[in-house]
């Protein structure tokens, strides 16, 4: 470490400012001149009130931070300038260091020469010439930053849940089991989610339902946890600590009040229909339906666009059955409004659709399946009561296809690893194996298996005789095409080339199961924007940290866990909700937040009550007052987005932390402090290096 | 010396509407007239500049300097009141931000000189133009020489007070008149060099007695394109770009009131860095559209976006106003020693926030180059002795 | 030491005779600078003629911004996240509305359109946006210097030189109060 220090503060200048320059390691110093940086501010940002430059080889370390509280203390420091990693890394970090020593951490600019300069640029003299620029920005900028406290909101202890799959049930029991009230909204008739449809899961082969249920029903009783189920958030107003959700209760047609659970209805019904969700169009439900036995809540719903009575005003054979009169068609949507502190969003995941995989044939080939198909098939609670046969109901087949990545890390579809697919398809072999005889064909592009005791089971399912063939599968059709298959008409020809041996292969089968990868939920991006968070690319609602802060997303007070983080499997979910739940338990217990105090305000004497700024807001934070013709930000509700500010025609707004002027000085010192951009390679030599 | 204090008025590239405003004075002017020594005023009595030269200086007490700087004639005498004026008041919008002769700003020297001497309009099959000096006969003749650029006032020398619009209501001037009278019989202070005299703090919506509601504009239309304009709902509403909310109150909101959109004269709020960009902040902010072709379709209804929003800050505007105005801007921001000269140097011009809520905060080297809001120690009123009692 | 000096001003650094312009890019606290952020973590390159101010919001930029950017810069980009996936919800939009009027009027006074553009970036595409200021800064070196300082200078005979800081202002001005009254001057010129 070596110091550039003046003296004693220059004449001209306000404050006394510090400025760090971090090596990073190498991270910053293999590319930018941190030395130069440093003498190059302390030079010619004396003006500015630059009193001390430094530079160091981890400023995060405790030693790092040290030099900053020691320096504040010693050298009198009103204001202190890092140049190091984003802000995002290490704001905190810093700020922590000023307040430890006695100064306000609002004073404190941490200026990225990492992920802004050294990691996005090769030439040195450049990168190191921008970083001064960047370093100038800086120190214009925090030389009028403001002392400011932040923000504090009370924490209303009540949670929402949105999404009632294992994921958000698991949120749902840690909070509720802590003592604070849940409101778990869930848009199917019952909670449960995918899990509910499974017979086994992987590694560990237990039953899905045995280990569920029981979770299910806790949740249906918990005294806690309210449960909104065939409902959907249409609302959410308001900000963390505070947010007034609008549900929609959809109608049941049932009386919950009266209804027992009997399922009279369910079996008098005389309308029958194909059960594409819960049976993955494996099998049938009636108009009035629980999804499945061990349903949570036990009380059916009326499906009114396969009931014969909304369709024609006839029937009403459950109306007249129902032991307790708890059919109701008059019963109509509902809306309700909750109060909560958080947010947790556990909406899932939905099945890749393998019809868009046209060359494989689902939907046009009988004998190819899903995997949610299978599952339900290996259930010995599903329609065919576990017995593993083909689309006609009574054929065992003889052998069988598994087809890997369907949808997944393809280019065409998603790019993604779905993370689950290949455990799923092991188990799926060992579940063939274990009801029929029949010979198990695995069509990998590699093996995925690195979760505990993952690897084991792949031992072992290798162990059972399945045969793997490492290839992606070219196309699945039912015409035999070569003399050698004429004993297989009528059969399926998953053709692929086996990588291994370095053979084109056509392979008959009986039944081919497509192992489709896992996707968003078709209305992600519509939720994600109603709860104000952000999804990725693909639809995956994107974390404030993906290391370090995983369970939370860029919204405060709205946190996600389970697969609609990305796919992951049922422990990974299980954790996510607990995660998430300990997330919202701790600020429930801390009874407030401190918010950053970016804060908009109107100075009433000069706002003229043009209302320009009026609708502005998107978190209806400005009120005008009729009677003396003036508008008002009220400081709860503000985000501070500055849209406002920037609008006012009166110049009545101001903005704390991000003010006008400060904003200006540090345009000023990013351009006035260097000499024009560097030279910096032409852009056809550019090549990414990879990290 | 005469007792009595010795007031001055000037007009530079202006129009002349500003002495009329202070002839419109009526009774009142006879009273000006007995207080003050008018010393220098070419609109209404002869004066040589020669006689401004010889006397002392600092030997008038307050100069209404109009107009802005678009020669060197008006660039000299803006020097020379400068430094024979204790207070120089840049007075109405010429003098203070440029006003319609600053739209020239948008045209260079050669394309000012062709509309004059070289278009379809004129008939001048010699080309002749304007030469700033011509001998004959042994004789000189002269004629001011052009500036590439007008400069408002307060870019060529420092200035004191500003009195804003064009021209600026009698009424305020009245009020300007009396504050100066009672500074001098000493029962009032005048405020810190710099501030805003005759005018507000806020926008002209706040004296306008229009109903305003919520804004969202789904198309701007010209006053003519609208059958009947409703008389009491804001203009803005009606879709008529009325520029109330971004100009300076004082005028009385009369051109609302007359159902015409204010068109900005009274010039930008306290703080503001540019008139222009703070009006189509707000404008387009409240465009009810959410598709790029949909705000297009509605912006176009802005017929002429510059003279909309610049019709008389041009010359001050950030871009269109010469490095001085961007200079200001720039220096406004520079750390201001505590203590310093520069911290104890009155910061003239307008004053523009309220010491309490200062927004561009603003202190630095000082010379000819105005100053924007000052920080911390408030900047002391310019002194004026009184002189003998109180008001007859 | 490092090569460059201070308050040089937009004076563009030339490498082999080629034209480096000065561009600054508003970004937003919650996807462009993240997308940044990402590019940077990444190891993905892009020109460092660009530099990066952090608002909260893309609808924090203030149209005086973008014009007191254009005293030094040679380019403005905002950017921000996509329609509809604001972070504060639809504030974007507002940005998005400003930035065609303020486009409008900057033409109007004589800056092209390419100095000024606008892009959108989500937190996961430091891909697209390390492309799109390769695209920017590539057009506007096409474009040449925009040098307004300077040509207000050369607007103004007596005024500043371009690229000077505020220092160099400063002394300009005080020779210009120097100098004989300018009839004068004029006179002594024609006369000899
Ligand atoms: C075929 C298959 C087999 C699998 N086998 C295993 C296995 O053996 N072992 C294992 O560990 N993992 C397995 N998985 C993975 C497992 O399914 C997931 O890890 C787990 O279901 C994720 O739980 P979740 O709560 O995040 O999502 P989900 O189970 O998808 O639950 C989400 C819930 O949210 C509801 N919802 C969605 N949107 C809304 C909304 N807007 N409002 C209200 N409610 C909404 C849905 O209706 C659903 O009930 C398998 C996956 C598949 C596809
Ligand atoms: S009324 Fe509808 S739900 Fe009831 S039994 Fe008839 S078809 Fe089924
Ligand atoms: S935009 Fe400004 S002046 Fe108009 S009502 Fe809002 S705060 Fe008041
Ligand atoms: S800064 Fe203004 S528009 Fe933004 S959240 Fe606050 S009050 Fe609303
Ligand atoms: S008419 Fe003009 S001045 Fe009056 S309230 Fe509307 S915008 Fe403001």
Redesign the interface.
Known sequence: MSASNLPAQP?????RIGVYVCHCGSNIAATV?VE??R??SA???GD??VVVARDYKFMCASTGQELIEQDIKELGLTRVVVAAC????HEKTFRGACRRAGLNPYLCELV?I????S?????R??????A???VA?GV?RV??SEALEPFRVPIDPATLVVGGGIAGISAALEIADAGFPVHLVEREPSIGGHMAQFDKTFPTLDCAACILTPRMVTAGMHQNITLHTWSEVTDVAGYVGNFTVTIKHRARYVDTALCTGCGICQEKCPSKVVDTRYEAGLGYRKGVYTPFPQAVPKYPVIDVENCIYFEKGTCGACKKLCPTGAIDFDQKDEEVTVKVGNIIIATGFELFDARRVEQYGYGRMPNVFTSLEFERMSNAAGPTAGRIVLRDGVTEPKAVGIVHCVGSRDRNYNNYCSAICCMQSLKFAHLVREHTDATVYEFYIDIRAPGKAFDEFYQRVMEEGSVFVRGRVAAISDTVRLPDEEAHQGRLIVSVEDTLAGVQRRIPVDMVILSSGLEPATDA?EV??RF?I????DGWV?ERHPKLDPVAT??EGVFAAGCALGPRDIPASVANGAAAAARVLARIQEGELALEP?RATV?Q????????C???C?YSAIV?HGWE?VSEVNPALC?????C????????I??SG?S??Q??????G???????????PA?EE?????? | MSAKPRLAMYWAAACGGCDIAVLNLGEALVEVGSRFDVVFWPAVMDAKYADVEAMPDASIDITLFCGGIRNDENEHLAHLLRAKSKILVAFGSCASEGCIPGLANLSTLDEILDASYANETTDNPDGVRPVPAWRENGVTLRIPTLAPLLRTLDQVVPVDYTVPGCPPETKRIEDVVELVGKALDGTAVLPPRGSVLGAG??????ECARE?????IGAFRRVTEIATIDPTLCL?EQGIPCN???TR?GCGALCPAAAAPCIGCYG??????DYGA??M??FA??VDADEPERIEVILDGIADPVGQFYRFSLASSLLRGGREAMDQ??RG?A????G?P?ANHPAPRLGRT?PS?P???VLGPQDHVPQRAPTGPEPPAPTLEPVGGPAR | ????????????????G?F?????AFTCN??S??A??L???????????V???????S????P??VM??F???DAVILTG?WP??C?????NV??LR?FILLRRVLESMGIEPQRFQRFYA????GQQL?AEF?RI??EVRALGPLDWAGRHAAFVPSATPPGA??GEARAAAEARAAAPPPAERELAEVTA
Not at chain 1, 119 to 123: A, C, E, P, S
Not at chain 1, 605 to 612: K, L, N, P, T, Y
Not at chain 1, 663 to 668: A, E, G, M, P, T
């Open positions: 004449d001209g200048a306000r404050e001149d130069a940086v003498d190059w030079e010619h940002l500015r009130g984003s802000p995002h890394m990225s990492r992920e802004q300069d990691w996005v640029h090769t030439d003299t450049a990168a190191t010439a921008k001064e620029a960047i920005g214009y030389a009028h991006q994600a924007r104000g952000t999804c990725s690319a994107i860029m919204t970016i100075d004497e000069r706002c003229s009550g043009c209302r320009i009026n609708d502005l998107p005008y013709q985000q501070g987005c500055g849209v500010i920037a609008a006012c025609p009166a110049g009545a101001s903005g991000f006008d002027v904003i200006l000085s540090q345009i000023d990013l351009l006035t402090a260097l000499g024009g951009a560097p030279p910096g852009v550019r090549e990414a290096v990879p990290a | 703090h806020s926008t002209v919506c706040d305003r509601n919520v804004k969202k803005l109330g909310p971004a109150d930008p709020a306290d703080g503001v860095l703070r009006l902040s707000a902010s409240v801007a720039h921001r750390s201001a020693p505590v310093s520069a309220p809520a927004m561009l905060d | 030491m490092s090569a460059t000096t201070a308050h040089a001003g937009a004076a563009p650094a030339a490498k082999d080629r480096e312009p000065v561009i600054l919650w996807c600078y993240r940044a952020d590019a940077g973590t990444a190891r993905m390159k892009y020109p460092p003629n530099r990066l101010v952090r608002l909260m919001c609808g924090r930029v203030d005086a911004f007191r950017a005293a030094d810069a996240c509809a996936d972070h504060y919800r639809i504030q507002k940005a400003r989500s937190a996961a595409e390390a390769d800064v590539e800081g505020v």
